[in-house]
């Protein structure tokens, strides 16, 4: 199981990765290109749900969502986001390997997604 920390601290680790807090001091957004791959909810807030249970936002297909929801009941639709293409995982529910794996598809989806010029970059650092 990953902590806040641990979570940051990977998801930083991926190649090209930022982050800022636009939505205030409750959420780290992480992006690349400019790119929202995943918000990291810090506690507290405006973003607090009832049972405060740590949890990230992540950007997928929608299929996968579907997926991922029916599968596990650590991923739920995304609060604060579209839940088509967001969804919430509670991370310190289910185990490390897959946390870090979902925000590895995260992360690829997004730079997928970018120009071909920008995405080669990209390819060179996997």
């Not at 810090?42 to 579907?66: I, M, Q, V, Y």
């Amino acid at each position: 199981m990953l902590n806040i920390e641990q979570v940051r601290d990977y998801t930083l680790s991926l190649f090209g990765v930022t982050e800022d807090q636009p939505f205030g001091d409750d959420i780290i957004t992480f992006r690349i290109e400019g790119k929202i791959f995943l918000c990291l909810w810090l506690g507290g807030g405006k973003h607090d749900l009832k049972n405060s249970e740590p949890r990230f936002a992540l950007k997928l297909t929608p299929e996968r969502n579907e997926e991922l929801r029916g599968l596990y009941d650590c991923v739920t639709p995304a609060f604060h986001w579209n839940k088509k293409h967001w969804s919430d995982v509670y991370y310190e529910l289910t185990n490390e390997d897959l946390v870090k794996e979902w925000i590895d598809e995260s992360y690829h989806l997004v730079v997928s997604k970018l120009p071909k010029a920008i995405r080669q970059k990209y390819a060179n650092n996997q």
